[in-house]
């Protein structure tokens, strides 16, 4: 909600201003419930910081019991830094 950005908003501005930070940090929001979708537009209004919005569809989906087939996946040009490359490296 509205609530939850400002109040986050608030602890970054008192964190930053304590650090003697200059540089604001930007906030990304990822919309994920049906409360979320409802309330999107005073979410993105809530903070100067706001820079993206983002949708979750598989949190979407489950948090509205949507009935689904697949969602999401395993890309295969997708890796992480601890997985092993093709040379086993």
């Given at each position: 909600?509205?609530?939850?950005v400002y109040?986050?908003?608030?602890?970054?501005?008192?964190?930053?201003?304590?650090?003697?930070?200059?540089k604001r940090?930007?906030?990304?929001?990822?919309?994920?419930?049906?409360?979320?979708?409802?309330?999107?537009?005073?979410?993105?209004?809530?903070?100067?910081?706001?820079?993206?919005?983002?949708?979750?569809?598989?949190?979407?989906?489950?948090?509205?019991?949507?009935?689904?087939?697949?969602?999401?996946?395993?890309?295969?040009?997708?890796?992480?830094?601890?997985?092993?490359d093709a040379?086993?490296?």
């Open positions: 909600t509205a609530a939850d109040a986050v908003d608030m602890l970054v501005t008192q964190i930053e201003d304590a650090k003697g930070l200059k940090i930007g906030f990304e929001h990822i919309i994920e419930t049906a409360l979320g979708m409802q309330n999107v537009h005073e979410i993105a209004q809530a903070s100067k910081r706001n820079e993206s919005l983002h949708f979750g569809v598989a949190d979407y989906a489950a948090s509205t019991r949507a009935r689904t087939t697949i969602i999401g996946g395993v890309n295969p040009d997708y890796s992480v830094l601890t997985d092993a040379d086993g490296g």
